[in-house]
C-alpha cells in the first residue's frame, strides 16, 4: 500500500517551510457523518492533492489525482490551510489525518449498547515531524440526536469535547468518548391507541351511527305514542 503522497503531504511540507507550527483536527459526528476539518495556522504554500482514505488504493507518487480515489478539498484563507472532507460514518475510521498520527482508532459500541471512540496513547506524528508544537483535536457530537455520557476530554461544552496535544504529553494522551443516541419517548407506544372500554366503544358507535341512532330514537317515539292511542280506544270502549 503506498503511504498516500508520503503520509500527508500537507505535513511534509509544513517542515521544511516551517520553525513550527498549530494544528487544529475538527471533526463532527452526526447520525450518518463525520464531517472532517483539518486547519494548519500560518500556512498557505500550495499543497498536493491529498487522499482522504488511508487505504487507497492507486494513489499517485507524482503528486496528480488519481482516477477512482478520493482527495481532501484543499482551500486557503485568512493565512491558513483548510483540509475538509465529509466521510459516512462507517468509514470515518479510514481516515487519512486519524491514522497519520495514530497507530489506532476504533469506533465501536461498548457491554451497554453505547457508541465509543477510543483510540491509541501515542501520537507518532510528533516523532515524525518534530516542527509540530500542538495538535487541538475538537470533536463536537451533533446534540440534537447524541447525548454525551462519558469522555477523557481537557473540556466540555454541550457535546464539544476538546483535547490539546502538545510535546510533552503526546507520548500518553488517548482519546476516549462514549456516547449514545438521545432516547425518545418509545414511538409504538405514542402510536398505539389506548384499549377501549365498554363505554367508550358504545360512545364510538353512537357516533359514528348518529343519523341511524336519531331515525331509530324517533320511531321508537312514534310506536309507544301509537300504543298510548290504541291502549286508549280499547281503554274507551270497555
Avoid: H
Amino acid at each position: 500500500m503506498i503511504r498516500n503522497l508520503k503520509i500527508f503531504t500537507l505535513i511534509t511540507l509544513l517542515i521544511l517551510t516551517l520553525s513550527g507550527c498549530t494544528i487544529e483536527y475538527n471533526v463532527t459526528i452526526s447520525e450518518e457523518n463525520a464531517t472532517e476539518e483539518i486547519v494548519v495556522n500560518n500556512f498557505t504554500v500550495e499543497t498536493f492533492p491529498t487522499p482522504a482514505f488511508i487505504d487507497a488504493q492507486g494513489a499517485s507518487e507524482t503528486n496528480e489525482e488519481v482516477e477512482g480515489v478520493e482527495y481532501y478539498d484543499i482551500s486557503y484563507r485568512n493565512n491558513n490551510t483548510y483540509f475538509n472532507y465529509d466521510f459516512s460514518i462507517n468509514d470515518y475510521d479510514r481516515s487519512t489525518a486519524v491514522n497519520t498520527c495514530l497507530a489506532s482508532f476504533k469506533r465501536d459500541f461498548d457491554g451497554d449498547g453505547n457508541y465509543i471512540i477510543n483510540t491509541s496513547s501515542y501520537y507518532s506524528c510528533f516523532d515524525l515531524y518534530p516542527l509540530i508544537e500542538e495538535i487541538v483535536v475538537n470533536v463536537n457530537l451533533d446534540t440534537s440526536i447524541y447525548k454525551l455520557i462519558d469522555s477523557n476530554a481537557d473540556s466540555e461544552n454541550n457535546g464539544s469535547l476538546v483535547w490539546t496535544i502538545t510535546k510533552d504529553n503526546y507520548q500518553n494522551k488517548s482519546i476516549q468518548i462514549i456516547y449514545d443516541l438521545i432516547e425518545d419517548e418509545d414511538p409504538y407506544q405514542e402510536n398505539t391507541p389506548e384499549p377501549e372500554t365498554p363505554e367508550s366503544e358504545v360512545e364510538n358507535w353512537v357516533n359514528d351511527n348518529l343519523i341511524l341512532v336519531i331515525v331509530g330514537v324517533f320511531g321508537f317515539l312514534i310506536f309507544i305514542i301509537i300504543l298510548v292511542v290504541v291502549l286508549k280506544k280499547k281503554t274507551s270502549l270497555k
